[in-house]
């Protein structure tokens, strides 16, 4: 068997041989392996790639491999074979951020920069797996730092949106482009009841710069390398958000405070809802305070319903928040201290919300008028972000409409349907709330 490949037993085989004196059998047993080692090479070369192209060193350089991975170009196996969707041995060894592999088959010729068909290149797979080591060997033998993949978007975005802020130091230092932007494209997009015409619209995506995706990641280390590198504090997406808003949006306002200390701007309303809006929703004072040190409009209103995916949770604008105030959302979604906050800086505490929503699968139209008030008893619609705890949901309440009170909203005031806001507190057994109101003047209507 051994005779075709084995001229003559090397001494490794002799060592070895040697303590297997038992049996014959034992001599042939391991001879036979240690021919198997010698002839794996020759076979290797021999074997077809699999049926999506993939050849033997692909699969070694995924399941990292390094012996295989010797063995099989030493034999002759093609460092940059690509499979059916265009993957080399080099971009699945990136994939796993094997760097002892990247750079193995580097040094073998694999091209850098060889990528699958939808264009995401070694790089941004080595980018994402978030290893350093993989990410300078690509580098240091020319891989291309702004290689465009899917949608357009580059290594730097995906190490940001994978929080690798030592890649993105390293892509930058590599020659990164930090106002390089996805592609663009609009997609129909509803809001409940999504049945309804008028809650169905066209919205622009992509436009993102490698910083969106630092503020919808939340990645505060990231965003500063990229502002020190020379990013726009103010950078929009295709539908006009702003970093500053989508970072409140996500719920990090960390970083949208570091953007506005780099000069963001703090009213971009593009969108048709501010970064103000957004802060209030998520309960995020101190990103309210900066936006107001910083001097956002107090008074500026949602002007548009936002949407979300089918029979998801997204936060959203619901149609019926649609030209509410911060002021209003401040007390609807009973926030005292921000309602204090942003009457200080010029607020009108006396807004009436007019809302005119379809609501329900069965498209109910409802139109309401409520004072901070009635809206700090649920009056007007909307649901809440980030849900108030029940044992203290009646304590901010009470504390709500005193602020709103003592800012002189009118406490006899009436919905569309007659409901005044004692009614209301009546009707929900708020009797704090209630005997306050009462004691401010307050009538009921029923």
Known sequence: MTKPFVTKQSVAE???????????????????AIALVVIAPAYAQQQPPSGDGSTPLHWAAYQDDLARVNQLIRSGANVNAANDIGATPLWAASLNGSAPVVTRLLEAGAKPDLALLSGESPLMAAARAGKLAAVDALLAKGAN???RGARGQTALMWAVAQNHADVVKR????GADVHAKTETWSQMMAVPPHGLPEYNRMIPHGADTALMFAAREGDLTSARLLVEAGANPSDRDAW???ATTLAAFAGHGEIARYLLEKGADPNNDAPGFTALHCAIMRRDEATVAALLARGADPNAAVKVWTPTRRSSDDYHFMPALVDATPYWLAARFTQPAVMRLLAKHGADPKVVHES????????QRRKERTTAIMAALGMGGGTA????DRAQRDALVLETVKVATELGADVNATNHDGRTALD?????KYSAVAALLEEKGAVASR
């Open 171 to 174: 892509l930058l230092l590599g």
């Open 14 to 32: 002799q060592s070895v041989t040697k303590k297997y004196v038992v049996s014959g059998f034992s001599r042939t047993v391991m001879r036979t």
């Open 356 to 363: 005119n929503y379809v609501q329900g699968e069965g498209y």
């Open 385 to 388: 972000w980030v849900p108030v």
């Open 240 to 242: 006009g958000v702003s």
């Open 145 to 147: 730092p702004n290689a």
């Open 424 to 428: 209301s507190a009546r009707a929900q």
